[in-house]
């Protein structure tokens, strides 16, 4: 009996045993297990932020690609506008030197007409104008004799024949109502002077264009182009620099004018005043015309229209004198 016993608990110890051993290989499997979760989730979470780093990193070096190409697209943009910018400012300065040119055909047709045919229309115009003075005088004193009619005097300048001029030349500008006496003789020996120095300077080139001054209130701007053995004069043309010494016709015609100053170191018989006027002094023209006159000069009219400078070239016509 004892020994059916001892076995009984014999059986009881090694079933406990064999639990106990499990419970401990479960303990051990599942700290194992965690150790690994735990390290791989640790894995995970650096390879997760390593991913979210290098995004941080690719995004502003997308946005940097994106900015130069937009740079590039601009700057390619920006080069087509000024072809095009210059296209066009080519077009218009063309244009421009047609106008100019077809101006000045113009001007010279316009002095190239037959001097009668100047004489008729001005005779003509004349006529007109004392017609209407007769009749507005006629209105005015109604049935009244004839004899209480008041006189009607017309100024007359008489208007020589025009002859193109070959004596020394002083040349004036009428502008704005004002008179500045043009220093040409000054300006046209400084560039005699200054042109041998600017074509050695530069010899390489085809066209020249330079200026000198300001002398008596102008600047010359001058063109030159190349001829065997040198250099030709285009063209050159005045422009009214700042602070020009101008007066009004009072103090011009004055004892202490410039222009009387200047008029009086000159002969009447040697010299013919040409004056370059514009179309806003031509009233002013007819009081300089008639004072000149008077003064036994001889006086050549240059008229210009607004925003066209002074000028000269060796192919174009010499001024005509009345």
């Known amino acids: 009996m004892r020994a059916a016993e001892d076995e009984t608990n014999v059986g009881e110890d090694s079933f406990l045993d064999t639990t106990a051993n499990l419970v401990g290989i479960l303990i051990i499997l599942v700290v194992v297990v965690g150790s690994k979760t735990k390290l791989e989730a640790e894995e995970y979470g650096r390879k997760l932020a390593a991913n979210e780093a290098t995004e941080q990193l690719t995004e502003p070096a997308r946005a940097a690609r994106a900015l130069a190409s937009s740079i590039d697209e601009q700057a390619v943009r920006q080069r087509e506008y000024e072809l095009e910018s210059n296209y066009r400012r080519a077009e218009r300065d063309a244009l421009l030197t047609h106008v100019q040119l077809a101006r000045?055909?113009?001007?010279?047709?316009?002095?190239?007409?037959?001097?009668?045919?100047?004489?008729?229309?001005?005779?003509?115009?004349?006529?007109?104008?004392?017609?209407?003075?007769?009749?507005?005088?006629?209105?005015?004193?109604?049935?009244?004799?004839?004899?209480?009619?008041?006189?009607?005097?017309?100024?007359?300048?008489?208007?020589?024949?025009?002859?193109?001029?070959?004596?020394?030349?002083?040349?004036?500008?009428?502008?704005?109502?004002?008179?500045?006496?043009?220093?040409?003789?000054?300006?046209?020996?400084?560039?005699?002077?200054?042109?041998?120095?600017?074509?050695r300077r530069q010899a390489s080139r085809d066209v020249l264009e330079e200026k000198l001054g300001p002398i008596g209130g102008f600047v010359m701007r001058y063109r030159m182009t190349r001829i065997p053995g040198g250099f030709e004069l285009e063209r050159f043309e005045l422009e009214t620099a700042a602070g020009a010494p101008t007066e009004s016709m009072q103090d011009a015609l004055s004892p202490t004018g410039r222009l009387r100053l200047e008029l009086a170191s000159r002969k009447p018989s040697e010299t013919v005043v040409t004056v370059w006027v514009y179309a806003d002094s031509f009233a002013e023209f007819g009081e300089l015309k008639s004072q000149l006159f008077q003064d036994g000069f001889l006086c050549a009219a240059r008229p210009l229209p607004e925003g066209m400078h002074i000028g000269a070239s060796p192919r174009g016509t010499r001024s005509s004198a009345q």
């Open 104 to 199: 000045e055909q113009i001007a010279e047709s316009l002095e190239e007409l037959d001097s009668e045919k100047q004489k008729s229309v001005a005779n003509a115009r004349e006529l007109e104008k004392l017609k209407q003075e007769l009749s507005d005088t006629q209105d005015q004193l109604g049935a009244q004799e004839e004899s209480v009619r008041p006189k009607i005097v017309l100024e007359h300048l008489p208007t020589p024949m025009a002859q193109t001029v070959f004596n020394r030349e002083m040349h004036i500008q009428l502008r704005g109502g004002q008179v500045t006496v043009i220093p040409w003789d000054r300006l046209v020996d400084m560039l005699k002077e200054q042109v041998p120095y600017a074509a």
